[in-house]
């Protein structure tokens, strides 16, 4: 039986290394690694479709990782053999992609009260627990990477870094002015 995403990701493949696979949402986050991740057996990961990120969608594609890296991306009749690897299959296979401008404040999910107001009014430790939850949400949406301008991202960046949440990398800009 091919193993589930959360079985490889518990493993600590890096989530940039796997790309955003639709409808495989990790239910733990990995730890990081600047260097090759420790898996020692290849990844192989198809899927219908193949967005390459260079190029026009890819029908019947493949990605393979090796020793943390992506060494192929591309069509299945063209893809080296890859015995012993674990396999996944997904309907569509992209790389994660980028929030380039976004505050993790805490503010409500429900709309009707203005941004300031809230941040002003609501304790932070509220808005913490909600930041938590914010970042799971983007990156179970896809976003792997995210440019926080101002908020709690700095927090949330240390506790995905140590493992205890579930975030895409943060890289953060501190407390708004």
Same mark, same amino acid.
């Given at each position: 039986?091919?193993?589930?995403?959360?079985?490889?990701?518990? $493993?600590?493949?890096?989530?940039?290394?796997?790309? =955003?696979?639709?409808? !495989?949402?990790? &239910?733990?986050? *990995?730890?990081?690694?600047?260097?090759a991740c420790s898996v020692q057996r290849p990844v192989r990961i198809e899927a219908k479709t193949l967005i390459p990120g260079r190029g026009p969608p890819v029908r019947d594609?493949?990605?393979?990782?090796?020793?943390?890296?992506?060494?192929?991306?591309?069509? $299945?009749?063209?893809?080296?053999?890859?015995?012993? =690897?674990?396999?996944? !299959?997904?309907? &569509?296979?992209? *790389?994660?992609?980028?929030?380039?401008?976004?505050?993790?404040?805490?503010?409500?999910?429900?709309?009707?009260?203005?941004?300031?107001?809230?941040?002003?009014?609501?304790?932070?430790?509220?808005?913490?627990?909600?930041?938590?939850?914010?970042?799971?949400?983007?990156?179970?949406?896809?976003?792997?990477?995210?440019?926080?301008?101002?908020?709690?991202?700095?927090?949330?960046?240390?506790?995905?870094?140590?493992?205890?949440i579930r975030a895409p990398h943060i890289y953060y800009a501190g407390q708004i002015l």
């Amino acid at each position: 039986q091919p193993p589930t995403m959360n079985r490889l990701l518990s $493993r600590r493949v890096p989530a940039v290394a796997v790309c =955003a696979v639709a409808a !495989a949402a990790p &239910t733990q986050r *990995p730890r990081r690694h600047s260097a090759a991740c420790s898996v020692q057996r290849p990844v192989r990961i198809e899927a219908k479709t193949l967005i390459p990120g260079r190029g026009p969608p890819v029908r019947d594609g493949v990605v393979i990782l090796e020793n943390g890296k992506i060494s192929y991306a591309g069509p $299945r009749l063209e893809a080296p053999s890859t015995q012993g =690897a674990d396999v996944i !299959a997904g309907d &569509t296979v992209m *790389p994660g992609m980028w929030d380039c401008h976004t505050h993790f404040l805490g503010c409500s999910d429900k709309p009707g009260k203005e941004v300031l107001t809230e941040v002003l009014h609501t304790p932070e430790g509220l808005r913490a627990l909600r930041c938590v939850a914010h970042a799971a949400k983007m990156l179970d949406a896809g976003f792997t990477s995210a440019r926080e301008v101002g908020g709690m991202g700095h927090l949330l960046a240390a506790a995905a870094e140590d493992g205890s949440i579930r975030a895409p990398h943060i890289y953060y800009a501190g407390q708004i002015l």
